[in-house]
């Protein structure tokens, strides 16, 4: 299914996404964290165009944190030149990279829409981009696709072992970000970890929110990367960082993991009234982006969390499929995920292993008080596969690499 070209992965269900939106009368908006692949998959796509037969003088293709492109910083520059060097009788594609860093693009983007030769592109690294005048001016008008780093799948497709387990212990240990099946040791996957994490901390909160107290905002991504999986509030991070010497208003606080949230490093997930169908307001859980990223934190010791790891992957690879994706309340108990599919739901508990029969039964507990009929699915790295009285017991692997469908 998947392809290597000079240690590049293809990202085949992104280009699929994209080429079916081709030539649509939308804007194609490639979100996700910095270096999780968006750039690679619009070089990508722009190969597949040419393949296809469009001529590559109708292709513009820029990236504005690209040294060669400053001028086009301006958008009123940058409208210019695309209109210049495009043609009105042909269908052109419009490539625009890190779009966030040009001032104004909201309205460069609104008016090039308005010339239907053009089929626009673009990508960015926080969710600015899609708030405030770009919502504005494009409402109804774009299509977001959300970029994550290479899917377990993915990831154990390019190195082709079929020691499933052993693969998915690297993988958890230095997460999926797409450069680093360029790189042979421990010592520089952390160090391309490192440079993820300072330049998403430092480009996209700390100089666009122009933080000073990066001590605390860093105190909290720790808490937040330590507590994957559990249920948080802005109250208990104060706390903790009260008790560790680092007091800090609520108010900065939650101003502080906003924008942890917007850089995409980190995902919130609100809690759900599985009873009432409806979302509750109190606590909600976060999940990382890519785990690697709490290895390089936290350091090695801290992947012994594997339940709650294993809870980030599934939850990743829920997102990837599309899932609107809510923590269950049921009364008194706790179901991992509510998967929303239109008007259904499907519940799912994740557990590192059930072969202990306390642990099968704590874990089937809250999917067997759920009375409506919707699925149930009980997901473990264990390679058994049960049925206890409609809920499904699955293999954790047979999910991520497709084996499994919901």
Same mark, same amino acid.
């Given at each position: 299914m998947f392809k290597m070209s000079d240690k590049k992965i293809i990202r085949t269900n992104y280009l699929n996404e994209l080429s079916n939106y081709k030539d649509k009368d939308l804007i194609k908006v490639l979100t996700g964290i910095r270096r999780s692949g968006k750039s690679t998959i619009l070089e990508q796509y722009s190969d597949l165009l040419k393949k296809e037969g469009v001529n590559e003088k109708n292709i513009?293709?820029?990236?504005?944190?690209?040294?060669?492109?400053?001028?086009?910083?301006? @958008?009123?520059?940058?409208?210019?030149?695309?209109?210049?060097?495009?043609?009105?009788?042909?269908?052109?594609?419009?490539?625009?990279?890190?779009?966030?860093?040009?001032?104004?693009?909201?309205?460069?983007?609104?008016?090039?829409?308005?010339?239907?030769?053009?089929?626009?592109?673009?990508?960015?690294?926080? @969710?600015?981009m899609l708030s405030g005048e770009l919502a504005t001016y494009l409402t109804g008008r774009y299509i977001e696709i959300h970029v994550l780093p290479l899917s377990f799948k993915e990831y154990l497709s390019?190195?082709?072992?079929?020691?499933?387990?052993?693969?998915?212990? /690297?993988?958890?240990?230095?997460?999926?970000?797409?450069?680093?099946?360029?790189?042979?040791?421990?010592?520089?996957k952390i160090k391309y970890l490192d440079s993820i994490y300072n330049t998403v901390i430092v480009k996209d909160i700390i100089n666009r929110?122009?933080?000073?107290?990066?001590?605390?905002?860093?105190?909290?991504?720790?808490?937040?990367?330590?507590?994957?999986?559990?249920l948080v509030s802005?109250?208990?991070?104060?706390?903790?960082?009260? @008790?560790?010497?680092?007091?800090?208003?609520?108010?900065?606080?939650?101003?502080?993991?906003?924008?942890?949230?917007?850089?995409y490093i980190l995902y919130k997930v609100n809690r759900f009234d599985v009873k009432g169908k409806g979302l509750l307001k109190t606590q909600e859980k976060y999940y990382l982006s890519d785990l690697g990223l709490r290895t390089y934190l936290l350091g090695r010791n801290h992947n012994k969390d594997l339940g709650h790891i294993l809870e980030n992957i599934i939850f990743l690879e829920l997102k990837?499929?599309?899932?609107?994706v809510y923590v269950g309340k049921n009364e008194e108990k706790e179901v991992d995920f509510v998967v929303?599919?239109?008007?259904?739901?499907?519940?799912?508990?994740?557990?590192?292993?059930?072969? /202990?029969?306390?642990?099968?039964?704590?874990?089937?507990?809250?999917?067997?008080?759920?009375?409506?009929?919707?699925?149930?699915?009980?997901?473990?790295?264990?390679?058994?596969?049960?049925?206890?009285?409609?809920?499904?017991?699955? @293999?954790?692997? /047979?999910?991520?690499l497709g084996r499994v469908e919901l």
């Open positions: 513009i293709y820029i990236n504005f944190e690209d040294n060669n492109y400053k001028e086009l910083l301006d @958008s009123d520059k940058l409208h210019n030149y695309i209109l210049d060097n495009t043609d009105s009788k042909v269908k052109n594609y419009i490539f625009l990279d890190e779009i966030q860093n040009v001032p104004l693009f909201q309205k460069c983007i609104d008016s090039l829409y308005l010339r239907k030769y053009l089929d626009i592109y673009i990508t960015g690294s926080n @969710s600015y390019y190195y082709g072992e079929s020691d499933e387990l052993k693969k998915y212990n /690297d993988y958890i240990m230095y997460g999926g970000f797409p450069y680093l099946i360029n790189l042979d040791n421990d010592e520089e929110k122009k933080i000073k107290d990066v001590l605390v905002l860093e105190s909290v991504c720790k808490f937040l990367f330590d507590n994957i999986g559990s802005i109250n208990k991070i104060s706390n903790t960082l009260t @008790s560790l010497g680092r007091s800090s208003s609520t108010h900065t606080i939650e101003e502080y993991v906003g924008a942890l949230l917007n850089s990837r499929k599309g899932y609107r929303e599919t239109g008007d259904d739901y499907i519940y799912i508990q994740v557990s590192l292993s059930v072969r /202990d029969e306390k642990t099968l039964e704590r874990e089937l507990k809250p999917l067997e008080t759920i009375q409506d009929h919707y699925k149930k699915y009980l997901i473990t790295l264990d390679y058994d596969t049960n049925n206890y009285n409609g809920i499904k017991q699955i @293999s954790a692997m /047979d999910f991520l």
